[in-house]
């Protein structure tokens, strides 16, 4: 009968330290691909966040629109005050997405935030933002819509 060889203490000690470092290497690639995961759904959950604001824009445009337009006889009736309620609940859906509207009238035309659709007459090297035509929205650092503008040239 043949004796089995006994490893010795040497190499049983050199064993488990190559175990204990393929373990750490499993240990580890297991914390980054949790970590790449969670990367991935923070960055799905944000595109789809940026989707739903998108999808709500041109109701929300059209909200304040017909709040615009409202016939002096009828500013008071409930009917109008429900309006300007929703729209109020759009705005802080918004505002707790960390949702802004674009700032226009008055600023220095931007074309990283403004779109513009005229150009007035005018003189001067700088061109400010006379007439918001469309609002826009940035969300964090992304901008959802550039706001459509008129611009005119001003010194």
């Known amino acids: 009968m043949s004796k089995i ?3 010795s203490l040497d190499q ?7 175990l204990t470092e393929a373990l750490q290497r499993e240990r580890a690639d297991a ?10 759904m923070s960055g799905s959950k944000q595109s789809a966040r940026v989707q739903v ?7 929300v445009d059209n909200l304040e629109r017909a709040l615009k337009h409202v016939p002096k006889d009828i ?11 929703v729209v109020k609940q ?4 918004f505002r707790n997405l960390e949702v802004k509207r674009i700032k226009t009238v008055g600023q ?6 403004h779109e513009a659709i005229s150009m007035e007459e005018g003189e001067g090297d700088k061109e400010i933002v006379s007439e918001e035509l469309q609002s826009g929205y940035t969300m964090g650092e992304e901008v959802l819509r550039h706001a459509m503008v008129r611009v005119k040239p001003s010194k």
């Open 90 to 93: 759009f705005e802080t859906i």
């Open 75 to 85: 500013a008071g009736h409930d009917y109008v005050k429900g309006i300007s309620g």
């Open 12 to 18: 049983l000690q050199q064993q488990i330290g190559e």
């Open 31 to 40: 914390i980054n691909a949790r970590s790449r995961y969670e990367q991935q």
């Open 5 to 7: 060889k006994k490893p």
């Open 108 to 113: 220095v035309f931007d074309p990283r935030y």
């Open 53 to 59: 604001v998108r999808d709500l824009l041109p109701a």
